[in-house]
């Protein structure tokens, strides 16, 4: 049995790459940009009127002229034109070309307008209101940079500078298998010897999050169906992400029936609760990376978040790190296995706090969906209320 840093720096060093794709930018949200991106012309890239009011030429004001005639309107989307004269002004909408020969813009709020004429009520400034050419970003710079997870925003710099595509990292393609012959399916009601599946959803729906679409497969506790599932698996998929059937239990035969497919065990059992019996593994011949997480949903969903995730974020190349969290109350580990506690956060002087989330151990699923995440507590250690400790997320932790 290793512990849990061993495991987790095993993990990690098995990462690994999926190559690039081309996607529609309608699909670009939520993935890992493997291009630089460009602007392709000025940010922006004219002078734009940042105020509905007039365009004016500023040295006419400093001379002393307040009055203006209105020469004709500039709007948004129409072309430049031209301000004919320093006595005259150009009525200009918000996010229209400044005239030529004018350089500032007066709001509408310290104008009077009659006959035709505008005065200026207020003092000016030279330049105010106008949003520069080029002056957030000129043509030629990188305003994306590769290697981030797209968001909103970049999306909307992506659409700005014209990116119909957008390359990307490629994700990997999950298998989600669970194991065990209590289960029946979601529709079926369940005799009272078995339990409807549950973790093969939540895996799918957590995978879900990270843009994964999985297939759901499962495999009765029957060696031989287990073996030739498995085999056939490896041959389709990436990733194959196991729940149940690693345990010392008759009946948990992936174990073997890794051994027997030739897959290479880089662990099996961590130091740590819940989710010991943890099994990881490469299938070398078919490049496929496999997962064995417990059965129980605690333990499932506890190693999704502290090992699977963070493979995944290496194998696209993003940053992993958990943020610190205050805990509520006291806690202390009598035990010498790493403990994933399950926590609720809520906001206390805006600061985020974590109290513990009672739960009947590994098998309580229930008590999951208060859980914001787990508190990762090491071996024998006392912590006491008010201490920073790290923390998983894995529900949205912000009320
Ligand atoms: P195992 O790891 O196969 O020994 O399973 C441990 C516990 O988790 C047993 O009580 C199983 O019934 C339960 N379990 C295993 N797989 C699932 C699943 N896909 N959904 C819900 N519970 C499961
Ligand atoms: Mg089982």
Redesign the pocket.
Known sequence: MITFEAAHRIVLENSVSFGEERVPLSEGLGRVLAEDIAADRDFPPYDRSTRDGIAIRFSAWEAGISSFTIQGVAAAGAPQITLQNDRFCVEIMTGAMVPTNADTVVMYEQLNIEDGHATVLQPVRLGQNIHKKGGDTEKGEVVLKKGKKIGPSAIGVLASVGKTEVLVKKLPKIAVV???N??VAVHETPEPHQ?R????YTVAAALEKEKIVATRLHFSDNREEIKAGIDKTFQNFDVVLL?????K?KY?FLPEVFKELGVDQLFHRVKQRPGK?LWFGKHRASDTTIFGF????GSTYANYHVYFLPWLFKSLGLKWGLPKIRLAEAFQNTTDLTRFIRASTYLEDNELCATLVKANGS?DLTSLVATSGFLIIAPEKEHSAGELLPFIPTEKTLP
């Open positions: 669970s194991t065990g209590e289960l339990i599946t549950s973790n093969s729940s149940g059937g690693v345990s239990g948990d019996p417990p059965g129980n949903p098998g």
